[in-house]
Each structure stands twice: as structure tokens, then as C-alpha cells.
């Protein structure tokens, strides 16, 4: 039985090799990636605390399932979050009402706006904060989780392509677009632009 | 959120899950690229069918036709088969896009890859004559196929527009007796203003093309008379059991013995 320490070590790719005949070990993966998965999917999903630990619940069984599907020439966090991705977006078909929980703590979508420098330079209104939230969570999904992955969880287009199965372009154009929509949105609440 | 990793495990553990074995992955893999591959393989069946009903027009005739080429062109473009062509590589595209790295890659570039593969797949299709198959078997065996994939003896039957063509019954000096394809007899008259074209002899038991004007109760004027070539049998007279069988075996009256009416590999339009 590997002790702490030793689990730390191993790589992810290891973790899964051992988490296949162990369950166990699939517990050290989890540990790994619950907080990121978390918060990823609460951003995406815009749900309650519970309801988010409910769907990671469903992830993380998904992925265990799923384990032999898991290839080294792919990144296990990318292969993690695109499991997270699909059962996010397969739970909006299901319940088809999505509940907005505005979470005035989590002020990470302002790295979406603080991205696009030209954006931030242009706004005046620094106190138009919560406007520019709600046009980022009005927006459609596909354009939100593509700005929440590359501004708030840093992934590189290579990675984004990878999670959502994406082309490139695709993932290129998705964000480029998702910027033009809160530019618009913002702009259409009479927020101010030097 | 401790808590929620020893939940999951006592659920992964209650439950008595196990990681699906790898062949299961494998096998959804090699399943699409299957459907992929079926998909390529019947577009080249379609395109190379409808490269052949279009070698199949007689396009030099149209003109002398109300409405000319481009008429005929609307009329016997083959567009069941460019629909079938469509349709397919619309789900080559879905299951390429479904396979491990389907994703990575653009839409134009698997268009273009897949269109590359079905052109040289289908100019070797069209060479080994399976479009000549594929729409023998589609006008034998498909209900209601003759009736959208309308072939050149569509255009031979419409003495009304000034198509006709047939068996020559009779010869006299300026008219010949012909029975069209619909077993219809007619007087074909011939001036010295009659264009002749093609390689035979005026004879009976030839066959022949006529474009020029109906004048009613079987008497028709002939413009031009072309003998020989287009393909004016298809499921007529002979028996159509494959590709070389069909043209073997077409030894309906009126046809030379070496069936030098049938364009197409294998027989000349001189």
C-alpha cells in the first residue's frame, strides 16, 4: 500500500494504471482533481454547491468506468474535463431549466475581461462589475465554457480543443466570439467606453 | 468535499463497478471508421453511377429539341445519385467526426480528404463499369427508380417533343416504317434536308434515332436520322442479370449481332 507521499509522486498516467485494479487509487486521482472539476463545473453550470458535488459524483464514476479509454498521448486532465464537459452538458438536455445562482464570491469571469486588455482599457464604469457578470452568464454555454477555460482555468487552445472536441479554428472562433458578445451585451447596458 | 471521495468510492464499490475492458473502445473505434469506410465506398458506387447516366446523354441531340441542351441538361442530370452522393458523404463527415481524432480536424479539411478519396474511388468505380451496375440493378430492383433517374430511352420516347426511335420495320424511298420503343408504329418521312449521321446503313431490322417534328396518327418528319450508339435498351429486350450478361445476352430483334447499339465500355459510337 503506497503512502501519501508516495502517491504524490506518481504521475497521473501512473495513478491510472494503479486505479484500474484498485479503487482505492482512484481516490488519490479524485483528490487531485476535485477542487479544479469543482470549480470548473460550477462555473460552467451555474449551479448550487450541492448540485455541483452531486454532478462531480457522476464524473468521477463516469471516469472510473471509463478508465481503459484513458490514453497517454492525451493529457489526463484534459481527458478529465472533457468527461466533466459532456456530463455538464448532458445534464442541461436532461433538466432543461438551468437555476442561476449568482455568486458574488467568485469574481474569476473578471479574468475574462482582464484578457482582453483592449476591453478592460475601453471600460469606464470600473463599478459595472455585476453587469458585465450577467452578460458573461447570459451567454450561451458553448461560448461561456470556451472563455472560462482559457481565461479562468488557463488551458491552451490545444488543451481546450481536446476537452471540447474541438477544432482548433473552432475553439479560436468560439472565444473570439464569446469576447464580441460580452463587448456587445455591455454596450447595449449603456456601460460607459472611453 | 473530502466527504465526496469516499462517497464515490463506497458507490464504485457497492455498485461492484469495474473499468469497461478496452476492447469495448476499440471495437466503437473500428466500427466507425467501418461506417466511415462503407460511406467513402458506396459515394464512389453513387458518383460513378451518375458519371455514367450522364456519358449516357446524347448530348449532341438536344440541340435540334425545344429548349436545347441546357433542357436536357435539367432533365437528365442524375440527381437521385448526386442526392445518394450528398446524403453519404454527409454521414462519412458524422462518423469521422466520431471517431478518437475525428475532432481535431476541420470540417473543410475532411470534406476535401473525403471528396479526394471518392473521386479516385469513383473514376476507378466508373472504369470497372459499377456505375453501369449499380444503375442496372437501381432500374431492376428499386421500385419508382425509372421514374426519377429517367435514362436516354425517356428522351427516345417523346415524339411529341420530336424524339423518336426504334426498329426499322421498312425502307421505301423517302419514308421508312419504324416501331418505337412502345411497340407504336410509325412513317417516318426523309427529304433531302434530313441530316444522316452515324455509321450504319438505313436498313430493316436497323436501329435508328430520329429528331424532327410529329404530325400526328403515326407519320413523323425526320429532321436528322442517327443510327447507332446511346443507350436506349436499358430493361428492354434483353435479359439484365449483370454487367456483361446484359449486354451478351440483349438479342432483341433489330439489334447487329455484335449490340453496337450500346454506348458505353466495351461498344463504339463511331
Redesign the interface.
Known sequence: MLNLEELEKKTDQELVELA?DD??M??AL??RY??PL?AYVKRISQLGNEDV?DL??DI??KA??????YESSLKFSSWIYRISHNHVVDNFRRISARPRILNTEDDSWMRIVRADTDLEKELADKDCAGKIKEAIERMPLKYREALVLRFVEDKEYEEI?DIL??????VATLIARGKKLIEKDIKKKGIRFF | ?KD??Q???A???MEK??????W??VLTDVAYWSLVALAVIFSAVALSAGVYLLFQIDWDAPKYAPGGTLRTLFLYIPYVWLAILAILMGAAFFFIRKTKEG?????AVILLSSLSLVLAMGTAAHFARIGMVADDFAYRRVPLYRNVAPGMEHMWQRAEDGFLAGEIESVGKDKIGIVDLEGKKWEVSISENTVRRGPFEIEEGGWVKVIGKSLGSGVFEAQVIMTGGGRMMRGLGGDISGRGEFRRSFDGPGVRGDGRMMRGPGYRWE
Do not use: C, D, H
Request: net charge positive; glycine share 6%.
Open positions: 484500474k479503487q482505492e482512484f481516490g479524485m483528490a476535485q477542487g469543482f458535488e462531480l459524483q468521477f464514476v472510473y468506468l471509463n478508465l481503459n479509454s480543443m472536441q474541438k477544432p482548433k479554428g473552432t | 468535499m465526496l471521495i462517497k464515490t468510492i458507490r464504485l464499490k463497478m469495474k473499468p469497461l475492458p478496452k469495448r473502445f475532432y481535431r480536424y476541420r470540417w
